[in-house]
């Protein structure tokens, strides 16, 4: 029943910020237990997960992203964002933001969690 949609610019330019925003239905992020993911898979890559913000607002990033992503949410249009920095070509990706029920650091969570959809990001000069 829980629905998440990844919003935001599918181009980007060097050097700018990637802003997504993940629009969360169907339960809320404050709720017990819930964990709230960004992944990302680059073309003809796997999936490489980038960060995660709990239901108390904690987060985590991976070591090698983490200088240029943050993580944050808005409890009251039940929303969570990703910021990245200084992005270059090599960000080009698909990126998801997925729920999970439990606290896998530096791993994407189980397929059988709740993904969105996923929305694709270029950068490109």
């Known amino acids: 029943q829980v629905q998440l949609q990844e919003s935001g610019p599918g181009l980007a330019k060097p050097s700018q910020t990637l802003a997504l925003t993940c629009t969360v239905s169907?339960?809320?992020?404050?709720?017990?237990?819930?964990?709230w993911n960004w992944i990302r898979q680059p073309p003809g890559k796997g999936l490489e997960w980038m960060g995660v913000?709990?239901?108390?607002?904690?987060?985590y990033y991976s070591p090698s992203l983490k200088s240029r992503t943050f993580i944050s949410r808005d409890t009251s249009k039940n929303q969570f964002s990703l910021q990245l920095r200084s992005v270059t070509p090599e960000d080009t990706a698909v990126y998801y933001c997925?729920?999970?029920?439990?606290?896998?650091?530096?791993?994407?969570?189980?397929?059988?969690?709740?993904w969105g959809q996923g929305t694709q990001v270029t950068v490109s000069s």
């Open positions: 169907g339960d809320s992020i404050t709720t017990a237990n819930n964990h």
């Open positions: 997925v729920r999970s029920d439990e606290l896998r650091l530096g791993i994407p969570p189980r397929k059988e969690s709740d």
């Open positions: 913000i709990s239901y108390d607002g904690s987060t």
